[in-house]
């Protein structure tokens, strides 16, 4: 168990609609990261929140948003849904202080599986 | 451009026989190389990592190895067991403005058969 909790486990939506994921960190890290990962893909980096503030994008849809709240906990708004949406979307979770002794080290949650029909 | 090559995609190993995944980066200011492993239907686990000042690290079964002059690094698990199935995943880890980024590679399906 990595500390990471995500919720829901699965998803299950239309073509059109939106969808909210959320992601609880480690207790005392800072930094979270959305990964996408697609049937027999690799993991796609979307986007990283550090202490509330975007961080960091990656290959993020103008249809996905993200927001880390003061809790620290983060949501990932999938809106627009798509059958290419269909994935697993992970997110990771880090202490990211940048200081000495912190290298990125990334602990995963275990993730959503949305289907889009 | 910053970039993790991985290889092979997939590996197939009897039970018992050792297993190497190699990895290759682009970005030479990378400085934390870590792996992970990720079962059927669950979350990558970080099973393994090595920083940029070390050229190898142990743990059990498992080993990982560092170039830096060559930009390689490689995960060897010796006396592979059917529960060691999985996909692996090398990444590298580039600091920029005060963050970190995972870079990661393709990832290698490995099946151990009984």
């Known amino acids: ?117 | 451009g910053e970039n993790v090559e991985q290889h092979p995609s997939t590996l197939s190993v009897q039970e018992g026989d050792s297993a190497v995944i190699k990895c290759t980066y682009s970005d030479s200011a990378s400085n934390y190389f870590p792996w992970y492993k990720q079962e059927l239907g669950k979350g990558p686990q970080l099973i393994i990592d090595i920083r940029s000042n070390v050229g190898e690290k142990k743990d059990q079964r498992i080993a990982v190895t560092l170039n830096k002059t060559a930009k390689h690094f490689s995960l060897h698990i010796t006396e592979t067991q059917p529960e060691d199935s999985a996909v692996y995943f090398c990444a590298a880890s580039i600091r920029k403005d005060s963050s970190y980024k995972l870079i990661f590679g393709s990832g290698t399906r490995l099946l151990v058969r009984p």
């Open chain 1, 1 to 117: 168990d990595s500390g990471v909790t995500q919720t829901p486990k699965h998803l299950i939506t239309a073509t059109g609609q939106r969808v909210t994921l959320r992601c609880s960190p480690r207790s005392g890290d800072l930094s979270v990261y959305w990964y996408q990962q697609s049937l027999d893909q690799g993991l796609q980096f979307l986007i990283q929140y550090y202490n509330g503030e975007e961080r960091a994008k990656g290959n993020i849809l103008e249809r996905f948003s993200a927001q880390q709240f003061p809790d620290l906990h983060s949501e990932l708004n999938l809106s627009s849904l798509e059958l290419g949406d269909s994935a697993l979307y992970f997110c990771a979770s880090s202490v990211e202080n940048g200081g000495q002794g912190s290298f990125g080290e990334q602990f995963f949650g275990p993730g959503t599986r949305l289907t889009v029909l």
